[in-house]
């Protein structure tokens, strides 16, 4: 492999490429082409990505700060200077935000009767009711916290929104500095006016209130005979990343349940947001009483907490959102439903069982344009109902908070079906959900079990084993997407559906190597991470490699969330010198620049951001014209191949591999969504004069 590969600047910093990649959910934001409800809706997504950015990423750089780490393998960068770049690159999109939410999102929300007023906006009769909604629903559960020599600076809590007041006592004209929590979970960020209150006219669909500036507006009621001298809002961003041991299952679930007591209060501060004309002794006095530094301090010109927007999603407003639509039942299921059956649309002559039409065919699933629930969760719910099934065994990383396959789970388990759940209770945010559903389903006879130590269960996989004949078949579902009917509806992911005996056998060994029971290191087809899906990744790029070498066609095909690891770059580029052309679709963060003279010529790279978060992964390699197709749960990152379980299959049924070749070619030939990649590692929009290309939406009008 040529020197130069290694040189750094052959890399994209993973943090700013990751800054780059919510910069385009932002521009969705702006963009005036986007519905202006879906404006809101990425406005908050953005907002909400920045959170866990700074919680788990800033608060990473921070530690090794702290650590006195100087140097990291990131562009040889040291973590100080990392920082220094990531507050540069967020600081113009913060901006740009807040400007969007006040100059257009509230101006336009406005003119379609939806009213996102200030407390200062309201006629009398309205101040009248909110001021009274305030004395009835709010102030009772309000706590002011004061400082002083008896009160020490109390604890913000992570991602609080909170009013920072100084109050004058006018008998002594002593001033003292008192901080109000906002109760964000109890009470809607927007607070709702009745419409026989307003009296407006035109009489508005929707008008509320931000609730901290109902608090604000009525202080005087938490500080009865003193004088309100300043206030303002702030918000703060703590280090939410749990550090834990490796530990057995009854420990492990332990020390989460602790850790997440400790991230609701949050560790160490890594962002201060106040408001941009918040008066200096407020701001004197929260720095020094939370001891932030200037550079984390961050002044916002607007609402602070801009994922409240999400509340704006409710509304019924047909017209200010993307226009509906539903996915369909896989042509090859329609007779395997029994919702049909029940409402009259199928007669009970021509339905078929699930496991009687995967017998016969292998199924690739494309979600959300294949439904979820009559797909996975039919395949669950009939294994849980079918007195043949045996058994069930499934992986949970991230599930629903009402689960339709938790529930078939528990139900296959009164049955009397062996049943095993692998709870992967370390799914960063999601940690506190899959514990009360591995208790649940615990308590309801499931096997449950936590994976191996040191790792992290990301596969998505489902087994189920099935009497027929006096013999025990296995079919099972591979997948990308997590077992989540929600995210179902708004993430695209891609599924096997087969019965194929080797994959079956291969898929009962993973289990009992995540069980504990086995010490597996090879897998008859299968890629598994950490054990085989490195070394097979690699080897297929090599392979592509030796053919050019010898003459033939080299390809590659890839479509990920994120390519990061160094040594699956430095291949790429070794590929792309030798002259295999690589086309990569790269929703998140991308380390690898492409068309770089010398380097990287023949890789094009481009990013597809739409209605639906991209979230399927697809490996497709030439071989010489008889193509290796290969879908899972994995990306091209470190963490992925080393420190994760995950599963990749491959894909060998002629006519699967002609869909996912069709899936490839129409997000590469996208001009609606998609973003391409330039060799300054800049994205820019694809612009085309021809016929507009959405890859969603031409999924979603010709299901399968």
Same mark, same amino acid.
Request: charged content about 25%; overall charge neutral; glycine content about 4%.
């Given at each position: 492999?040529?020197?130069?590969i290694?040189?750094t600047?052959?890399?994209?910093?993973r943090?700013?490429?990751?800054?780059?990649?919510?910069?385009?959910?932002?521009?969705?934001?702006?963009?005036?082409?986007t519905?202006l409800?879906?404006q809101?809706?990425?406005?908050?997504?953005?907002?909400n990505?920045?959170?866990?950015?700074?919680?788990?990423?800033?608060?990473?750089?921070k530690?090794?700060?702290?650590?006195?780490?100087?140097k990291t393998t990131d562009?040889n960068?040291?973590?100080e200077?990392?920082l220094?770049?990531?507050?540069e690159?967020?600081l113009?999109?913060l901006?740009k935000?807040?400007?969007?939410?006040?100059?257009?999102i509230?101006?336009?929300?406005?003119?379609?009767?939806?009213?996102?007023?200030?407390?200062?906006?309201l006629n009398?009769?309205e101040?009248?009711?909110i001021?009274?909604?305030?004395?009835?629903?709010?102030?009772?559960?309000?706590?002011p916290?004061?400082?002083?020599?008896?009160h020490?600076f109390?604890?913000v809590?992570?991602?609080s929104?909170?009013i920072?007041?100084i109050?004058?006592?006018p008998?002594?004209?002593?001033?003292q500095f008192s901080?109000i929590k906002?109760?964000?979970?109890i009470?809607s960020?927007f607070v709702?006016?009745?419409?026989?209150?307003?009296?407006?006219?035109?009489?508005p669909?929707f008008?509320?209130?931000?609730?901290?500036?109902?608090?604000?507006a009525?202080?005087?009621?938490?500080?009865?005979?003193?004088?309100?001298?300043?206030?303002?809002?702030f918000?703060?961003t703590?280090?939410?990343?749990?550090?834990?041991?490796?530990?057995?299952?009854?420990?492990?679930?332990l020390?989460?349940?602790q850790?997440?007591?400790k991230?609701r209060m949050?560790?160490?501060?890594?962002?201060?947001e106040?408001?941009?004309?918040?008066?200096?002794?407020?701001?004197?006095l929260?720095?020094?009483g939370?001891?932030?530094?200037?550079?984390?301090?961050?002044?916002?010109?607007?609402?602070?907490?801009?994922?409240?927007?999400?509340e704006?999603?409710?509304?019924?407003?047909?017209?200010?959102?993307?226009?509906?639509?539903?996915g369909?039942?896989?042509?090859l299921?329609?007779?395997?439903?029994?919702h049909?059956?029940?409402?009259?649309s199928?007669?009970q002559?021509d339905?078929?069982?699930?496991?009687?039409?995967?017998?016969?065919?292998?199924?690739?699933?494309?979600?959300?344009?294949?439904?979820?629930?009559?797909?996975?969760e039919?395949?669950i719910?009939?294994a849980?109902?079918?007195?043949?099934v045996?058994g069930?065994?499934?992986?949970?990383?991230r599930?629903? *908070? @009402?689960?339709?396959?938790?529930?078939?789970?528990?139900?296959?388990a &009164?049955?009397?079906?062996? !049943?095993?759940? =692998? %709870?992967e209770?370390?799914?960063?945010f999601?940690?506190?959900?899959?514990?009360?559903?591995?208790?649940?389903l615990e308590?309801?006879?499931?096997?449950?079990?936590?994976?191996?130590?040191?790792?992290k269960?990301?596969?998505?996989i489902?087994?189920v084993i099935?009497?027929?004949?006096?013999r025990l078949?296995?079919y099972?579902?591979?997948?990308?997407?997590?077992y989540n009917?929600?995210?179902?509806?708004?993430y695209?992911?891609?599924?096997?559906?087969?019965v194929?005996?080797?994959?079956?056998?291969?898929?009962?060994?993973?289990?009992?190597?995540?069980?504990?029971f086995?010490?597996?290191?090879s897998?008859?087809?299968?890629?598994?991470a950490?054990v085989?899906?490195?070394?097979?990744?690699?080897h297929?790029i *090599? @392979?592509?490699?030796?053919?050019?070498?010898?003459?033939k066609?080299? &390809?590659?095909?890839?479509k !990920?969330?994120? =390519? %990061?690891?160094?040594?699956?770059?430095?291949?790429?580029y070794?590929?792309?010198?030798?002259?295999?052309?690589?086309?990569?679709?790269?929703?998140?963060?991308?380390?690898?620049?492409?068309?770089?003279?010398?380097?990287?010529?023949?890789?094009?790279?481009?990013?597809?951001i739409?209605?639906?978060?991209?979230?399927s992964?697809?490996f497709?390699?030439r071989?010489?014209?008889?193509?290796k197709?290969?879908?899972?749960s994995?990306?091209?990152m470190?963490?992925?191949?080393d420190?994760r379980?995950?599963?990749?299959?491959?894909?060998?049924?002629?006519?699967l591999?002609?869909?996912l070749?069709k899936?490839?070619t129409?997000?590469?030939?996208?001009?609606?969504?998609?973003?391409?990649?330039q060799?300054?590692?800049?994205?820019?929009?694809?612009?085309?004069?021809?016929?507009?290309?959405?890859?969603?939406?031409?999924?979603?009008?010709?299901?399968?």
């Amino acid at each position: 492999m040529p020197n130069e590969i290694m040189h750094t600047n052959k890399f994209l910093n993973r943090e700013l490429s990751w800054i780059d990649f919510n910069e385009r959910v932002l521009k969705i934001a702006l963009d005036p082409d986007t519905p202006l409800l879906e404006q809101a809706k990425f406005n908050a997504i953005f907002h909400n990505n920045l959170d866990e950015f700074f919680m788990v990423r800033v608060a990473s750089l921070k530690s090794q700060v702290e650590a006195g780490i100087t140097k990291t393998t990131d562009n040889n960068q040291s973590p100080e200077q990392q920082l220094i770049e990531i507050r540069e690159k967020i600081l113009p999109h913060l901006q740009k935000q807040q400007q969007h939410y006040l100059n257009h999102i509230k101006l336009n929300l406005a003119q379609n009767d939806i009213l996102l007023l200030d407390y200062s906006d309201l006629n009398l009769r309205e101040k009248n009711w909110i001021d009274n909604y305030f004395k009835s629903a709010i102030f009772p559960i309000l706590t002011p916290l004061a400082v002083d020599p008896a009160h020490p600076f109390p604890f913000v809590s992570n991602l609080s929104l909170n009013i920072a007041a100084i109050i004058n006592d006018p008998e002594t004209d002593q001033k003292q500095f008192s901080r109000i929590k906002i109760p964000q979970k109890i009470i809607s960020r927007f607070v709702e006016i009745p419409k026989n209150i307003n009296q407006r006219n035109p009489e508005p669909y929707f008008s509320a209130v931000p609730v901290e500036q109902i608090i604000a507006a009525n202080l005087n009621y938490l500080f009865p005979g003193m004088n309100i001298e300043e206030y303002s809002f702030f918000r703060v961003t703590r280090d939410a990343d749990l550090e834990l041991r490796d530990l057995e299952a009854d420990d492990l679930m332990l020390a989460l349940e602790q850790g997440l007591r400790k991230r609701r209060m949050g560790g160490e501060i890594v962002r201060l947001e106040v408001a941009n004309n918040m008066p200096t002794n407020i701001l004197n006095l929260l720095i020094e009483g939370m001891s932030v530094k200037p550079e984390d301090l961050y002044s916002i010109n607007g609402l602070l907490g801009l994922d409240a927007l999400f509340e704006l999603l409710n509304l019924n407003k047909p017209s200010l959102f993307f226009k509906k639509e539903q996915g369909k039942i896989h042509k090859l299921l329609k007779k395997s439903q029994f919702h049909l059956l029940e409402d009259g649309s199928l007669k009970q002559e021509d339905f078929e069982s699930i496991f009687s039409i995967i017998k016969r065919n292998d199924i690739l699933l494309h979600h959300p344009f294949d439904l979820f629930s009559s797909s996975v969760e039919e395949f669950i719910h009939q294994a849980a109902n079918d007195p043949l099934v045996m058994g069930i065994k499934m992986t949970l990383y991230r599930v629903s *908070k @009402q689960s339709s396959i938790i529930e078939a789970l528990i139900r296959a388990a &009164e049955n009397g079906k062996q !049943v095993l759940a =692998l %709870v992967e209770l370390k799914a960063r945010f999601d940690e506190d959900n899959n514990i009360q559903w591995a208790k649940q389903l615990e308590k309801s006879g499931v096997h449950v079990v936590y994976g191996v130590i040191g790792l992290k269960t990301h596969t998505k996989i489902a087994l189920v084993i099935r009497k027929e004949k006096d013999r025990l078949r296995t079919y099972f579902h591979i997948g990308s997407g997590n077992y989540n009917s929600k995210t179902s509806k708004t993430y695209t992911d891609i599924g096997l559906l087969s019965v194929q005996p080797e994959l079956g056998q291969d898929l009962i060994e993973l289990f009992n190597y995540l069980t504990g029971f086995s010490k597996q290191q090879s897998f008859r087809k299968l890629l598994v991470a950490p054990v085989s899906l490195r070394k097979g990744i690699e080897h297929l790029i *090599k @392979q592509e490699i030796e053919n050019v070498k010898n003459g033939k066609e080299g &390809e590659i095909i890839a479509k !990920v969330n994120s =390519l %990061v690891d160094r040594n699956i770059i430095n291949l790429l580029y070794e590929a792309s010198q030798i002259g295999v052309k690589i086309k990569l679709i790269v929703r998140g963060m991308c380390c690898l620049i492409p068309q770089q003279e010398g380097v990287s010529e023949n890789i094009n790279v481009v990013s597809i951001i739409g209605r639906y978060l991209e979230h399927s992964r697809i490996f497709w390699f030439r071989n010489n014209n008889n193509p290796k197709v290969f879908i899972g749960s994995a990306d091209l990152m470190r963490r992925n191949l080393d420190r994760r379980v995950e599963a990749v299959t491959p894909i060998e049924n002629p006519k699967l591999i002609k869909q996912l070749e069709k899936i490839l070619t129409v997000y590469l030939t996208d001009n609606e969504n998609a973003w391409e990649m330039q060799d300054d590692g800049m994205f820019f929009k694809k612009v085309t004069t021809n016929q507009k290309i959405c890859a969603q939406e031409k999924f979603m009008n010709e299901q399968t």
